[in-house]
């Protein structure tokens, strides 16, 4: 079975750091390009950033290009998301997700095939 398991968050005061780990079990990792999403309470789920299967190519919501950044490491089947410079608006239950199509990586969550539990992530002072 296919299992993505979130970990890293937790509370942060704005202007902090979070490195949040996402790590698969169950597939072929590195033919699925991996994405990151959030949520917050009473909002729907928005796209947050994506990276290739190889890591060469990364995909950011505009809100957080040069505050996050998404890597992975396929021999350890792990994408990762470094949120630097956080603020209040951050504040979301953040998921990652496996992608299965050819191509580069999608903002639109129903193109993605499996996801994760989620990790809790509060941006407060």
């Known amino acids: 079975q296919v299992q993505l398991v979130e970990s890293g968050g937790g509370l942060v005061q704005p202007g902090g750091s979070l490195r949040l780990s996402c790590a698969a079990s169950?597939?072929?990792?590195?033919?699925?390009?991996m994405g990151w999403f959030r949520q917050a309470p009473g909002k729907e789920r928005e796209f947050v950033a994506a990276?290739?299967?190889?890591?060469?190519?990364?995909t950011y919501k505009n809100s957080v290009k040069g505050r996050f950044i998404t890597s992975r490491d396929n021999a350890k089947n792990t994408v990762y998301l470094q949120m630097n410079s956080l603020k209040p608006e951050d504040t979301a239950v953040y998921y990652c997700?496996?992608?299965?199509?050819?191509?580069?990586?999608?903002?639109?969550?129903?193109?993605?095939?499996?996801w994760g539990q989620g990790t809790q992530v509060t941006v407060s002072s």
């Open positions: 997700a496996a992608d299965r199509n050819v191509g580069p990586p999608t903002i639109a969550p129903n193109t993605y095939d499996y």
């Open positions: 169950g597939l072929t990792f590195s033919i699925y390009a």
């Open positions: 990276i290739s299967r190889l890591g060469g190519t990364t």
